[in-house]
């Protein structure tokens, strides 16, 4: 089956320009979750949804950051405006159904703010 | 936070058996032990999970202790690709729950 699919791969942005990422989870799964990995540490997760809904977005900085995913699929994590600690690697991964097994990651995107 | 303990690094032998523990002293009745990993560069990966009973797949096995406050990944051969960031979870395995990363464990595979 084809995974998650993540795009741009790599970004490199200005202190309080915007950014935008993008990821296709694998078809039929409902849930999905975006992570924070910060240089060092463990992944953080900023916003999880069940098909289109928001189920936890409790560690999401809604001051800059948003997140949407319209009909259920696709999934746009946005960053309006950055600053330099936003430097990190985004993860999006997808489940069936918020089960813990079976979560599959894409590779990320690397940004990096100058 | 993190309801695992793991040490932040370890080395490994190649072609030797890599035992990496994992401490869960909360874990609640309903919950599971993941194993993740993470290779440089690239997303976490799945690698096995188990309630009490140990476990094995074409990955790895799982030990977890009968009092379940603890429990150790075993990859029975490390290869060099084995050398990663090897992350120790508890949750349920049911919708509605969050999967929270620790630091994991850095394991080293030296030839």
């Known amino acids: 089956e084809a995974g998650v699919a993540q795009s741009p791969r790599y970004k490199i942005i200005e202190k309080r320009q915007s950014v935008a990422f993008w990821c296709n989870p694998i078809?039929?799964?409902?849930?999905l979750y975006w992570y924070q990995q910060i240089l060092g540490q463990g992944p953080k997760l900023l916003i999880q949804?069940?098909?289109?809904?928001?189920?936890?977005d409790s560690q999401l900085p809604k001051d800059r950051f948003s997140a949407e995913r319209l009909k259920g699929v696709d999934s746009t994590l946005k960053i309006q405006p950055a600053k330099l600690e936003d430097s990190a690697v985004y993860l999006c991964?997808?489940?069936?159904?918020?089960?813990?097994?079976?979560?599959?990651f894409g590779s990320g995107t690397r940004l990096t703010v100058v | 936070d993190a309801k695992t303990t793991q040490p932040p690094s370890m080395d490994c032998a190649e072609g030797r058996a890599a035992n990496l523990p994992c401490n869960h002293s909360?874990?609640?009745?309903?919950?599971?032990v993941y194993w993740y990993r993470q290779i440089h560069s690239q997303g976490p990966q799945y690698i096995i999970h188990?309630?009490?009973n140990n476990e094995t797949n074409e990955m790895a096995s799982l030990i977890i202790t009968e009092d379940r406050k603890s429990s150790t990944l075993i990859l029975p051969h490390a290869t060099l690709r084995d050398t990663a960031v090897y992350y120790c979870?508890?949750?349920?395995?049911?919708?509605?729950?969050?999967?929270?990363f620790g630091a994991g464990t850095r394991l080293f595979v030296k030839a």
């Open positions: 991964a997808s489940s069936l159904v918020g089960r813990g097994a079976g979560y599959t």
């Open positions: 078809s039929g799964h409902a849930t």
């Open positions: 949804f069940q098909n289109n809904g928001v189920v936890d």
């Open positions: 909360t874990i609640s009745g309903n919950e599971y």
């Open positions: 188990g309630l009490k």
């Open positions: 979870i508890v949750r349920p395995d049911t919708g509605g729950f969050k999967t929270i």
